[in-house]
């Protein structure tokens, strides 16, 4: 009995690990808009242990989504195409991207929360909430695609 209770946890511990690995793609972004500098507002969500690991991860999605996804959701001012067009690039620059997006990394230059009001959206990561306890934040930033586009182009990562 003791041993197929051992065998059952450990089965749920590694589906719970599977599926927060497999989250960090699985967000909800949508456009509120546009500004003169080209830059995108938008709302996006993170998920975390708590509320600064969640607000952290949203910042990353948000830059993540403006280069390998586009926004698809939301008013039609925002770029629907991504700034980076080459397949598996994330991958394949993969040492690059990897210190870009570490925690206080590079991505933090081209993402602000000029447009955050000051309540932040709540909301309790249910379908997680059952592996250990996560929390999932939205929040408004505002994403400077243009300066982005720039520092890809300076790193040849893209190309003109």
Same mark, same amino acid.
């Given at each position: ?9 450990? *089965?749920?511990?590694? *589906?719970? &690990? ?6 960090? /793609? ?7 808009? @546009? #500004?003169?500098?080209? &830059?995108?507002?938008?709302? *996006? ?10 607000? %952290?991860? =949203? ?25 980076? !067009? #080459? @397949?598996? =690039?994330? %991958?394949?620059? #993969?040492? /690059?991207?990897?210190? !870009? !997006?570490? $925690?206080?990394? #590079? ?8 447009? %955050?009001?000051? *309540?932040? +959206?709540?909301?309790? $990561? ?7 306890? !996560? @929390?999932?934040?939205? +929040? ?5 695609? &243009? %300066?982005?586009?720039?520092?890809? +182009?300076?790193?040849? +990562?893209?190309?003109?």
């Amino acid at each position: 009995m003791k041993k197929t209770l051992f065998t059952l946890a450990m *089965i749920a511990t590694a *589906i719970c &690990s599977f599926a927060q690995r497999n989250s960090d /793609y699985e967000y909800e972004v949508e456009c509120l808009g @546009v #500004e003169l500098d080209g &830059s995108q507002t938008l709302r *996006i969500w993170g998920v975390g242990h708590n509320k600064k690991d969640a607000v %952290e991860q =949203a910042k990353k999605n948000a830059v993540r989504t403006v280069l390998f996804k586009g926004i698809h959701d939301g008013l039609s001012g925002c770029n629907t195409k991504p700034v980076v !067009f #080459e @397949v598996n =690039a994330e %991958e394949k620059y #993969e040492d /690059y991207f990897n210190v !870009f !997006f570490m $925690d206080g990394g #590079e991505y933090l230059k081209y993402v602000s929360m000029k447009d %955050e009001k000051r *309540i932040n +959206i709540f909301k309790k $990561d249910k379908e997680k909430e059952k592996c250990r306890h !996560f @929390v999932k934040y939205g +929040i408004t930033v505002r994403v400077s695609r &243009s %300066e982005l586009k720039k520092r890809l +182009i300076d790193d040849n +990562i893209l190309h003109k």
